[in-house]
Each structure stands twice: as structure tokens, then as C-alpha cells.
């Protein structure tokens, strides 16, 4: 297998700059080339022999544009094909506090939630770090705007893929490279406590958002197939020793269906449990109208219900907002545009 260079930390480029015999400073060069998302022909002072040398010796792993589709509220929802066929999808959104790009961390994903597309057809395999940091380049210089914060909630499990989600955080994160802060990223688990236990100790001060999605183990157990290996009260307990690490508010997310899990007394039981489980811990609930998928039959209630659920949870002390729902009218949602992809061929 050639060497991936997109994945390198610096200190690691520069040994394998130093191995083909090239100068020390060109890696500092090339380092900043690579995570500006330019290839190899568009890198203006790197020798032509090195590039060269490069394009023989190593891989630059990058996604290409299948399919791009544009919400009327300027939502892009990006395809892409990956060096080996498999596809993935993102999402390029403009807020007023800057532009944000929701990344995939794997081909598909084997969690199981029953209510996301995402799953429907299993995990095929996780993406390298190139791969992830690729989403953000090509959709940064597809737009030409300048992306200014990372979600990690599309399609896979962050932290079954954790030795390269780190590396694809430390990598935004450095100085020659975007040197986008770690406050400016969020990561969303559904709930691998391990993955939020080791995290907790990686020192980065990132936003986790943890997919809760029912107040009860029975209700989680019916749409989120990894709850019976880590129930609710085991997941809140990592979630709060995550907070005393690092002092990071966690976010819950939370897909409201209809005669599910959106009642009002099913708010009442949602923030009895944050109270008791998380006492004293700043928490935000994220209410998201679950999006139908044609293979489930789960709905979105009304807007009476969605308000009365809010209502609810504010009445007994739970921060909570429901979230803006954009590109709506271009499927944004994560795994659709790969499972229609799938179907055709």
C-alpha cells in the first residue's frame, strides 16, 4: 500500500519527505498544500520532480462529486465517490455565525437506528482521515466560501472509527492547516461508551452531541439496537464524567416521532431523567422532527405536539430548541441520496 499523506500529522510528513530524499522544509510546504485541498499539479513551489516523485510513491486519498444538490435555503448536498466506488454523503450549510460542513465518518453504518438511512444497507467500511478531511476541502472549494465549523454526525458511527476520527480533529486543528478550533466542531455518538470515556481523555474541547432519542431503556431498546449493550443510566454515566474532564456542555439529540416517543409525558420522563442522572450538568436537548424514510413507517407529529413537548421539558428546567430544518426540499438528511445511489445500480 502506497503511504497516505492527507492522513499525516506534520511530524510524520516530514519523515516521509526526509525518506524520498526531498529537503525538510518542502514538507512544511506540502503539509500546507495538501490541507488547502489543492493536488499535486496545482502545488506552485514544490519542485516538479518531487511531485512527481509523489504521485508515483504516495496517495492523496480525495472524494469526487457524484451528485450536488441545492436547497432553495442554499443547502448543498454533496454525494460523493470515493477512490474505491463506495459512496458518501455531506452537507454544506450557511448559518449566520459561518458555514458548516456535516461529515461522514464511514461507508454506511451498522448501529441500526432505526429511523436514519444511514443504516439501511450495513457498514461497508470506515473512512480514512483523508477521506473525512477531503469532505471539507471539496466542499469548501466547490462554494468558495470558508468553512468555519464541523459536524461529525453523518453518515457512520464516529467512535467505531475513533483511531481516525481523532486523527481527522488534530489534523483540522493544526496551526498550517486549517487551524479551525476545537469549539468549532461537534461529534455525535450514539452512544459507545467506551468511545466517550476514552474521548474524554484525548484533551480536545470538542462539543459531543449523543443521540438519546427515548427516556426509557424499553422505548430506546425499539429503535436504537445498541442500547441493550449500553442502556440509558450507563451512557449518562460516561456522558457525565465526560463533562467533569473537560467542562463541555453535552448536547442531546433527540428525533421526535409521532406516537413514539413525543408525548408530553414522555418530555416529563426525558427531564426527570437528565435531572436526576445528570444533576448540576448544563444539558441541551435538540428536538429533531424525524425525517420518514420509505423503508420505515415512523412519521413526524404535528407542530402542537413538537411545542407541547418543548413546553414540557422547559416547565421542568431542561434547555431545549428544535432544530431549523435545512435543505428539506433536497432530502438532507444523511444515507438517502446513498440509498437511491444503491438502487439504481
Same mark, same amino acid.
Given at each position: 500500500?502506497?503511504?497516505?499523506?492527507?492522513?499525516?500529522? *506534520?511530524? @510524520?510528513?516530514? @519523515?516521509?519527505?526526509?525518506?524520498?530524499? *526531498?529537503?525538510?522544509?518542502?514538507?512544511?510546504?506540502?503539509?500546507?498544500?495538501?490541507?488547502?485541498?489543492?493536488? $499535486?499539479?496545482?502545488? /506552485?513551489?514544490?519542485?516538479?520532480?518531487? =511531485? *512527481?516523485? $509523489?504521485a508515483e510513491n504516495a496517495l492523496i486519498p480525495s472524494v469526487e462529486i457524484e451528485e450536488k444538490h441545492v436547497s432553495e435555503d442554499g443547502t448543498v448536498k454533496y454525494l460523493f465517490r470515493?477512490?474505491?466506488?463506495?459512496?458518501?454523503? !455531506?452537507?454544506?450549510?450557511?448559518?449566520?455565525?459561518?458555514?458548516?460542513?456535516?461529515?461522514?465518518?464511514?461507508?454506511?453504518?451498522?448501529?441500526?437506528?432505526?429511523?436514519?438511512? !444511514?443504516?439501511?444497507?450495513? $457498514?461497508?467500511?470506515?473512512?480514512?482521515?483523508?477521506?473525512?478531511?477531503?469532505?471539507?476541502?471539496?466542499?469548501?472549494? %466547490?462554494?468558495?466560501?470558508?468553512?468555519s465549523h464541523i459536524v461529525i454526525m453523518g453518515m457512520g458511527e464516529p467512535f467505531d472509527n475513533y483511531d481516525n476520527v481523532v486523527r481527522f480533529i488534530r489534523l483540522l486543528n493544526s496551526?498550517?492547516?486549517?487551524?479551525? !478550533?476545537?469549539?468549532?466542531?461537534?461529534? !455525535?455518538?450514539?452512544?459507545?461508551? @467506551?468511545?466517550?470515556? =476514552?474521548?474524554? &481523555? @484525548?484533551?480536545?474541547?470538542?462539543?459531543?452531541?449523543?443521540?438519546?432519542?427515548?427516556?426509557? &431503556?424499553?422505548?430506546? %431498546?425499539?429503535?436504537?439496537?445498541?442500547?441493550? =449493550?449500553?442502556?440509558?443510566?450507563?451512557?449518562?454515566?460516561?456522558?457525565?464524567?465526560?463533562?467533569?474532564?473537560?467542562?463541555?456542555?453535552?448536547?442531546?439529540?433527540?428525533?421526535?416521532? &409521532?406516537?413514539?416517543?413525543? /408525548?408530553?409525558? &414522555?418530555?416529563?420522563?426525558?427531564?426527570?431523567?437528565?435531572k436526576s442522572e445528570l444533576p448540576g450538568m448544563p444539558v441541551h436537548v435538540n428536538l429533531i422532527p424525524v425525517n420518514p424514510i420509505k423503508e420505515r413507517d415512523f412519521k413526524r407529529g404535528?407542530?402542537?405536539?413538537?411545542?407541547?413537548?418543548?413546553?414540557?421539558?422547559?416547565?421542568?428546567?431542561?434547555?431545549?430548541?428544535? =432544530?431549523?430544518?435545512?435543505?428539506?426540499?433536497?432530502?438532507?438528511?444523511?444515507?438517502? $441520496?446513498?440509498?437511491?445511489?444503491? *438502487?439504481?445500480?
Amino acid at each position: 500500500m502506497k503511504p497516505d499523506i492527507l492522513s499525516m500529522y *506534520e511530524n @510524520e510528513l516530514c @519523515e516521509y519527505v526526509l525518506s524520498i530524499g *526531498e529537503q525538510k522544509y518542502r514538507s512544511a510546504q506540502l503539509f500546507k498544500w495538501l490541507h488547502s485541498g489543492t493536488g $499535486l499539479d496545482g502545488m /506552485s513551489n514544490i519542485p516538479k520532480k518531487m =511531485r *512527481e516523485k $509523489l504521485a508515483e510513491n504516495a496517495l492523496i486519498p480525495s472524494v469526487e462529486i457524484e451528485e450536488k444538490h441545492v436547497s432553495e435555503d442554499g443547502t448543498v448536498k454533496y454525494l460523493f465517490r470515493c477512490h474505491d466506488g463506495e459512496f458518501i454523503e !455531506s452537507v454544506f450549510m450557511t448559518h449566520e455565525y459561518g458555514n458548516t460542513v456535516c461529515v461522514s465518518s464511514q461507508v454506511g453504518c451498522r448501529m441500526g437506528c432505526r429511523f436514519c438511512a !444511514s443504516t439501511l444497507n450495513g $457498514l461497508k467500511r470506515s473512512l480514512a482521515a483523508s477521506e473525512m478531511l477531503s469532505q471539507v476541502y471539496t466542499a469548501q472549494n %466547490d462554494t468558495g466560501k470558508k468553512v468555519s465549523h464541523i459536524v461529525i454526525m453523518g453518515m457512520g458511527e464516529p467512535f467505531d472509527n475513533y483511531d481516525n476520527v481523532v486523527r481527522f480533529i488534530r489534523l483540522l486543528n493544526s496551526e498550517n492547516g486549517m487551524n479551525l !478550533s476545537c469549539r468549532h466542531i461537534s461529534l !455525535s455518538t450514539c452512544g459507545l461508551t @467506551e468511545g466517550i470515556k =476514552r474521548f474524554a &481523555d @484525548e484533551g480536545l474541547p470538542v462539543t459531543l452531541s449523543v443521540s438519546l432519542h427515548a427516556p426509557t &431503556d424499553d422505548q430506546r %431498546d425499539a429503535v436504537m439496537p445498541v442500547n441493550r =449493550r449500553y442502556p440509558i443510566k450507563e451512557l449518562l454515566a460516561a456522558c457525565r464524567g465526560y463533562f467533569e474532564k473537560t467542562g463541555r456542555r453535552i448536547s442531546f439529540e433527540y428525533a421526535l416521532i &409521532d406516537g413514539k416517543n413525543n /408525548s408530553q409525558e &414522555d418530555a416529563a420522563t426525558l427531564a426527570r431523567l437528565l435531572k436526576s442522572e445528570l444533576p448540576g450538568m448544563p444539558v441541551h436537548v435538540n428536538l429533531i422532527p424525524v425525517n420518514p424514510i420509505k423503508e420505515r413507517d415512523f412519521k413526524r407529529g404535528d407542530r402542537q405536539a413538537t411545542e407541547k413537548f418543548v413546553a414540557e421539558l422547559e416547565k421542568r428546567g431542561v434547555n431545549a430548541t428544535v =432544530r431549523r430544518r435545512l435543505g428539506a426540499d433536497i432530502n438532507a438528511s444523511c444515507g438517502q $441520496l446513498r440509498a437511491k445511489k444503491l *438502487e439504481q445500480n
